[in-house]
């Protein structure tokens, strides 16, 4: 069965990055792309971008371009969402979901990551 | 970047009442338009794409309509379960998500 498995959360300090794994099992990772949400405590969904793992190929959301890196390791099955420049603003759970349905729509979700940005 | 706006931002209702929520869009776009449901504690789970289709599973109580820039979710009748916030989602260039309507329990 496919399961994503995201690391575990983390508190940085402003102007630190943020380095959030989604290890995949039950299928190829390359098979299918993946995208990245947040969600900000009580309030709503944000799209982050997302990364095609076969190629490597990216878009990210206007607001992260310069920001926001997404990358793959095919070897171990895990894809990375590194965040670049934290503020206050950006303390969310981070979520990681694969594109699996027809038209590249989410099938399966990481559990979420928890990432606090706080001096 | 197309922006959505989702109304009401709050829905009152009783179970077995029927729930309609609006997704609307700052510019027309091709339908691939999803909606999302979620309840606390969890991940969003889609429950329409490209504006109608269903995703496996998901009751047929759910239905996705509209074109253009004007798009809804209907729920027939509402199950105790239902109760949750949905959010719609466009796919143009770049992706972006409405601020969410919440159904809860009148």
């Known amino acids: 069965q496919v399961h994503l498995v995201q690391s575990g959360g983390e508190v940085k300090k402003p102007g630190a990055s943020a380095k959030v794994s989604c290890k995949a099992s039950?299928?190829?990772?390359?098979?299918?792309?993946l995208t990245w949400v947040r969600q900000a405590p009580g309030q709503g969904l944000e799209w982050m971008g997302w990364?095609?793992?076969?190629?490597?190929?990216?878009n990210y959301a206007q607001n992260f371009q310069g920001r926001v890196t997404m990358t793959t390791d095919k070897s171990t099955s895990t894809s990375y969402m590194e965040l670049r420049g934290l503020t206050s603003d950006d303390t969310a759970v981070y979520y990681c979901?694969?594109?699996?349905?027809?038209?590249?729509?989410?099938?399966?979700w990481g559990q979420g990551t928890l990432i606090t940005v706080s001096s | 970047e197309i922006v959505l706006t989702q109304s009401p931002a709050t829905l009152s209702l009783s179970p077995g009442e029927r729930a309609t929520l609006s997704c609307r869009a700052s510019?027309?776009?091709?339908?691939?338009l999803a909606w999302y449901q979620q309840k606390p504690g969890q991940a969003p789970r889609l429950l329409i794409y490209?504006?109608?289709k269903r995703v496996t599973g998901i009751p047929a109580r759910f239905s996705g309509s509209g074109s253009g820039t004007d798009f809804t979710l209907t729920i027939s009748s509402l199950e105790p379960e239902d109760f949750a916030v949905y959010y719609c989602?466009?796919?143009?260039?770049?992706?972006?998500f409405g601020p969410g309507t919440k159904v809860e329990i009148k």
């Open positions: 979901a694969r594109l699996g349905l027809e038209g590249d729509y989410e099938d399966y």
């Open positions: 990364v095609n793992t076969y190629t490597g190929t990216t």
């Open positions: 039950g299928y190829t990772i390359s098979n299918h792309g």
């Open positions: 510019q027309s776009f091709d339908n691939f």
């Open positions: 989602q466009q796919r143009s260039r770049w992706w972006t």
């Open positions: 490209e504006a109608s």
